[in-house]
């Protein structure tokens, strides 16, 4: 049986490589070994996936304690969790905002596991654990969702937009979180039309656990891990026009891209050479005018359904 510290280890590392795995593999308009930004390179995910581990063990740790009635879920944090690890993470590398998308599913996704129990072969149980994640959501407050806003200023973001309520650029905005006790699930909730990071938060990760994570599974059963990945990204993309884009390049754009990327699925992605050629052309146009089509929420789901499979057992 696993110790305390030996389970939460065990989930950072899970995540850590989840992490690794996702910037690893060329998807389109995304960073990978062959592909970087203008100020973003491959080297900078990867030390922010290594920054990122005392943060997730934290985050493991203290859904561990919220089962041993050693704190209360209110009393988790996940701001300052998700704040640290950004701050960790900006000092790290100099690639700028990399995986902010990724840690804020993530840090939940980890006391969630924490809270779950390890089953014999492993893995968890995906229900329960969603249960858990539903449950440390929940909890937060408004001092987790002002910890988010500060979390965001040291990311630094690109495609933020404007809003009318609460913007993350309004300086009074954390006072009034404060002041109105608004927490940061019901930050998500005002901000689930058009973010889907925020999305998943506000709906226990639908994008997640019933779409990305079954297909992928069943990609990997079958088929390479960067065959799998890509499909899964660009399935989900398919599925879900990438709110980074929306933001930042209008509805419009964001679904003639979905409607790219399910073409590309039909003609068979990487598996056939019509689709191999038809993902490099959308990549090449992903990639037009300083990457502003760049797929980014895309990929941060996509990574979070990595973590999935490497929680339940997935081994490259």
């Given at each position: 049986?696993?110790?305390?510290?030996?389970?939460?280890?065990?989930?950072?590392?899970?995540?850590?490589?989840?992490?690794?795995?996702?910037?690893?593999?060329?998807?389109?308009?995304?960073?990978?070994?062959?592909?970087?930004?203008?100020?973003?390179?491959?080297?900078?995910?990867?030390?922010?996936?290594?920054?990122?581990?005392?943060?997730?063990?934290?985050?493991?740790?203290?859904?561990?304690?919220?089962?041993?009635?050693?704190?209360?879920?209110?009393?988790?944090?996940?701001?300052?969790?998700?704040?640290?690890?950004?701050?960790?993470?900006?000092?790290?590398?100099?690639?700028?905002?990399?995986?902010?998308?990724?840690?804020?599913?993530?840090?939940?996704?980890?006391?969630?596991?924490?809270?779950?129990?390890?089953?014999?072969?492993?893995?968890?149980?995906?229900?329960?654990?969603?249960?858990?994640?539903?449950?440390?959501?929940?909890?937060?407050?408004?001092?987790?969702?002002?910890?988010?806003?500060?979390?965001?200023?040291?990311?630094?973001?690109?495609?933020?937009?404007?809003?009318?309520?609460?913007?993350?650029?309004?300086?009074?905005?954390?006072?009034?979180?404060?002041?109105?006790?608004?927490?940061?699930?019901?930050?998500?909730?005002?901000?689930?039309?058009?973010?889907?990071?925020?999305?998943?938060?506000?709906?226990?990760?639908?994008?997640?656990?019933?779409?990305?994570?079954?297909?992928?599974?069943?990609?990997?059963?079958?088929?390479?891990?960067?065959?799998?990945?890509?499909?899964?990204?660009?399935?989900?993309?398919?599925?879900?026009?990438?709110?980074?884009?929306?933001?930042?390049?209008?509805?419009?754009?964001?679904?003639?891209?979905?409607?790219?990327?399910?073409?590309?699925?039909?003609?068979?992605?990487?598996?056939?050479?019509?689709?191999?050629?038809?993902?490099?052309?959308?990549?090449?146009?992903?990639?037009?005018?300083?990457?502003?089509?760049n797929p980014g929420t895309t990929a941060d789901l996509t990574a979070t359904a990595l973590?999935?499979?490497?929680?339940?057992?997935?081994?490259?």
């Amino acid at each position: 049986m696993m110790s305390s510290y030996q389970k939460a280890h065990h989930i950072t590392k899970c995540l850590q490589l989840a992490t690794m795995l996702e910037v690893s593999i060329q998807k389109p308009g995304n960073v990978s070994f062959s592909a970087s930004f203008k100020e973003t390179r491959v080297e900078h995910f990867l030390a922010s996936a290594i920054a990122s581990g005392p943060s997730l063990h934290r985050a493991a740790t203290r859904g561990i304690a919220v089962t041993k009635k050693q704190i209360a879920p209110q009393k988790l944090g996940m701001g300052n969790l998700i704040k640290t690890c950004i701050a960790d993470i900006a000092a790290w590398q100099h690639g700028g905002n990399t995986i902010l998308g990724t840690v804020m599913l993530f840090v939940p996704l980890a006391v969630a596991a924490g809270m779950t129990a390890i089953e014999k072969n492993g893995g968890f149980d995906f229900s329960i654990l969603r249960q858990n994640l539903d449950l440390a959501i929940r909890a937060t407050t408004a001092k987790d969702a002002v910890q988010l806003y500060e979390a965001i200023e040291i990311a630094c973001p690109s495609g933020l937009g404007d809003v009318s309520e609460l913007d993350v650029t309004d300086l009074t905005s954390k006072k009034k979180l404060l002041k109105r006790q608004i927490s940061l699930l019901e930050v998500c909730n005002l901000a689930s039309s058009y973010d889907d990071i925020c999305h998943e938060w506000a709906n226990n990760y639908p994008i997640t656990f019933d779409l990305a994570y079954p297909y992928l599974w069943k990609q990997l059963n079958s088929k390479p891990l960067n065959v799998a990945v890509v499909h899964t990204f660009l399935y989900v993309l398919s599925n879900h026009p990438d709110t980074f884009i929306a933001r930042k390049m209008g509805n419009t754009k964001a679904q003639e891209i979905s409607k790219e990327a399910k073409n590309i699925i039909a003609l068979g992605g990487l598996e056939t050479p019509t689709g191999k050629e038809s993902i490099y052309a959308f990549d090449k146009k992903l990639r037009l005018k300083e990457n502003t089509c760049n797929p980014g929420t895309t990929a941060d789901l996509t990574a979070t359904a990595l973590a999935l499979c490497v929680l339940g057992g997935y081994r490259p």
